[in-house]
């Protein structure tokens, strides 16, 4: 009994982190089984839609397949030519001759195999970085169907982590976790063979050790899920965070709050690196298992070896030849490599896993705004604007607009006044449907904003904003959006037309001048030209203005006076002001409170009817005399 001790030790060590696994794997089941919660796909419905992206690239993964094949024989056949080589030494009949012809054997094969796994490397970058342009082409498209609701829900942050982070980890998939995989299991099947046509029964005694190291692998795969998943979470947080908290930067700097600010930053940083901390740990923990294991399987094959050189026995009626214990050793050590590799694969599967589940679930939001099926296309429109008792909410049960009416004729202009949250605004984000009302009808021609094509409406409408958006680049980029059919000479009429040629032409580059991140060395009344420019540029045949004027300084406001006559010459042109002195010219006037219309008329029939026009009117009129 005392001489099988060294064996009972080992499994009762292997035991022993067995039982512990165990015990932690079942104190942690809850907390993984309220994890999975969130997951809303599941890993074949995954595994299809990512193999989608994987299909169009198949010669090249069968190109793949075969050099593979080629490099698994080396790993196969290497050992059997190494105990050749071993037994050839320690032979009575050793030459130099064959010494050297199994080197050149040895050495050749590991040639090919080496040049074989360059080229594998070479054509897997490739096909990854084509699946990861598709994958971030697919992800940033389908954002852009969203509507105005739907983007508002999410942050800016998150939505920039699944277009740039997540879809490396799937890419990471496909150029080497599935090929890794699909090697492994072959080396391993192929190993298996050759080592029980070696000897079964020394085979037999490695197996004996599989089913701990798949309970280890089962054990280690459900906390890298979870593990994983923190990751990610985490990582988003901090993401989202510094996306929000650096536009607003100026903020926190003018309202002295950049302590307060550096430690919640500080707090996400932390949760993020305890986040990787416990994956670290986990991982830490895995890898020295197997190699337990490994090891394990070697004290095995050296013990009973020995013991029967020592003692002259046989085991399981073979006798173990020095030549057998080097091939077996060599065998061991590339059947338990791929098992570890494999399991280590799972790590990163899971973080593709969790990566492709946030991206998918971006994907899978179903816009709120879409055309119908027999939708139209508009070549040109009238600029007639309709509405028939229109209700909308943002949030249910609370009605921004009730029972809305209006009619707008061709080339008028008409102006929505009223306090804010009045639904001013709501009825021109309407008009363009970046939302869809819950009832009523919105005609444009006589025809219902629903069987028009969203890109066909949209086409021909410009709309002119208080927060004047600038893209990075030049003037020029921003007025023409990166059309580059439009000459400089088209660029500039625009530019003269809205008078923001005014100050373009005091710049040292012109039409070239650099636009800084959002515009901001430019001020908000050179921004709000800018935004006409781009808008008459691109000849609308509706042109909405919302508080177009309420940022800009009085010798700006002068400018855009003029630039709105202009203007109105162009097509029907919708406006919404506080300021009332920019209204006075339109040809209808609708005043809004708490989402109806409760007046409506031209400047002077408003002010002849001394209601809340009248009221408006007069508070701005002494607010200008007193100052």
């Known amino acids: 009994m005392r001489e099988f001790l060294p064996i009972i030790i080992v499994g009762a060590v292997i035991g022993a982190f067995t039982i512990v696994f165990a015990f932690a794997y079942f104190a942690l089941k809850k907390r993984m089984k309220d994890d999975s919660k969130d997951r809303h796909i599941e890993d074949k419905e995954l595994i299809r839609r990512m193999v989608h992206y994987a299909k169009p690239h198949w010669k090249s993964f069968l190109v793949i397949l075969v050099v593979m094949i080629v490099s698994i024989v080396f790993d196969i056949v290497s050992p059997l030519i190494v105990g050749e080589i071993q037994g050839t030494i320690t032979s009575s009949s050793f030459t130099l001759t064959s010494l050297r012809n199994l080197v050149i054997l040895y050495a050749s094969m590991l040639v090919v195999s080496m040049v074989c796994t360059y080229i594998q490397a070479l054509l897997l970058q490739k096909i990854?970085?084509?699946?990861?342009?598709?994958?971030?082409m697919d992800t940033f498209?389908?954002?852009?169907?969203?509507s105005h609701a739907q983007l508002s829900q999410i942050p800016v942050g998150k939505l920039v982590t699944r277009v740039s982070n997540d879809p490396n980890a799937i890419s990471y998939l496909f150029t080497n976790i599935l090929v890794t995989l699909v090697k492994n299991v072959m080396v391993i099947i192929g190993v298996l063979g050759a080592m029980l046509v070696l000897n079964y029964a020394l085979t037999i005694m490695v197996l004996c050790f599989v089913p701990f190291l798949i309970a280890f692998t089962m054990i280690f795969r459900k906390f890298s899920r979870h593990v994983h998943r923190q990751v990610n979470n985490t990582r988003t947080n901090v993401n989202t965070f510094l996306s929000e908290n650096l536009s607003g930067m100026k903020v926190t700097q003018i309202f002295n709050q950049t302590e307060?600010?550096?430690?919640?930053?500080?707090?996400?940083?932390?949760?993020?690196?305890?986040?990787?901390?416990?994956?670290?740990?986990v991982f830490g923990v895995f890898r020295p298992m197997v190699y337990m294991l490994y090891v394990g399987s070697n004290l095995f094959l050296f013990y009973f070896a020995c013991r029967g050189y020592i003692k002259g026995t046989t085991f399981f009626g073979?006798?173990?030849?020095?030549?057998?214990?080097?091939?077996?050793?060599?065998?061991?050590?590339?059947?338990?490599?791929?098992?570890?590799?494999?399991?280590?694969?799972?790590?990163?599967?899971?973080?593709?896993?969790?990566?492709?589940?946030?991206?998918?679930?971006i994907m899978d939001m179903?816009?709120?705004?879409?055309?119908?099926?027999?939708?139209?296309?508009?070549?040109?429109?009238?600029?007639?604007?309709?509405?028939?008792?229109?209700?909308?909410?943002?949030?249910?049960?609370?009605?921004?607009?009730?029972g809305v009416s209006f009619h707008v004729m061709p080339r008028?202009?008409?102006?929505?006044?009223?306090?804010?949250?009045?639904?001013?605004?709501?009825?021109?984000?309407?008009?363009?449907?970046?939302?869809?009302?819950?009832?009523?009808?919105?005609?444009?021609?006589?025809?219902?904003?629903?069987?028009?094509?969203?890109?066909?409406?949209?086409?021909?409408?410009?709309?002119?904003?208080?927060?004047v958006f600038l893209f990075s680049g030049d003037i020029r980029s921003n007025i023409v959006l990166r059309d580059e059919s439009m000459t400089d000479e088209q660029v500039m009429e625009a530019c003269r037309y809205v008078n923001a040629d005014s100050f373009i032409n005091r710049m040292d580059n012109g039409l070239d001048e650099v636009v800084r991140e959002r515009g901001n060395n430019f001020s908000a009344g050179q921004r709000q030209l800018l935004s006409f420019a781009r808008?008459?540029?691109?000849?609308?045949?509706?042109?909405?203005?919302?508080?177009?004027?309420?940022?800009?300084?009085?010798?700006?406001?002068?400018?855009?006076?003029?630039?709105l006559?202009?203007?109105?010459?162009?097509?029907?042109?919708?406006?919404?002001?506080?300021?009332?002195?920019?209204?006075q010219h339109a040809d209808n006037i609708l005043v809004l409170s708490h989402g109806q219309i409760i007046e409506q008329g031209n400047h002077q029939d408003l002010l002849k009817q001394k209601g809340r026009y009248f009221q408006l009117y007069t508070i701005q009129h002494m607010k200008q005399q007193l100052q």
């Not at 932390?270 to 986040?275: S, T």
């Not at 099926?373 to 009605?399: C, M, N, S, T």
């Open 412 to 467: 008028q202009t008409v102006a929505f006044v009223g306090s804010t949250g009045s639904g001013k605004s709501t009825i021109l984000s309407l008009i363009c449907r970046n939302y869809d009302i819950q009832k009523g009808q919105i005609l444009i021609d006589g025809i219902d904003i629903k069987h028009i094509k969203i890109s066909s409406l949209r086409k021909h409408f410009g709309q002119m904003l208080q927060d």
């Open 128 to 136: 990854g970085q084509k699946i990861l342009s598709a994958i971030r």
């Open 260 to 281: 307060r600010k550096r430690t919640e930053f500080n707090e996400r940083s932390k949760n993020l690196e305890n986040a990787k901390y416990k994956r670290m740990f």
């Open 366 to 402: 179903v816009p709120e705004v879409v055309d119908e099926e027999d939708a139209i296309e508009l070549d040109h429109i009238e600029g007639e604007i309709e509405f028939r008792d229109v209700w909308f909410q943002y949030k249910p049960d609370e009605w921004v607009l009730k």
């Open 318 to 361: 073979s006798m173990i030849t020095s030549q057998v214990v080097v091939e077996f050793y060599m065998y061991i050590s590339r059947f338990f490599n791929p098992i570890q590799a494999i399991a280590e694969q799972f790590d990163m599967l899971e973080q593709s896993f969790a990566s492709a589940e946030k991206i998918f679930s």
């Open 141 to 146: 498209t389908h954002i852009e169907k969203l």
């Open 565 to 583: 006559e202009k203007m109105k010459n162009i097509g029907t042109m919708l406006i919404v002001a506080h300021r009332l002195s920019t209204i």
């Open 535 to 563: 808008t008459i540029i691109h000849k609308p045949s509706v042109m909405i203005l919302d508080e177009a004027t309420a940022n800009i300084d009085t010798e700006t406001e002068l400018l855009i006076q003029d630039s």
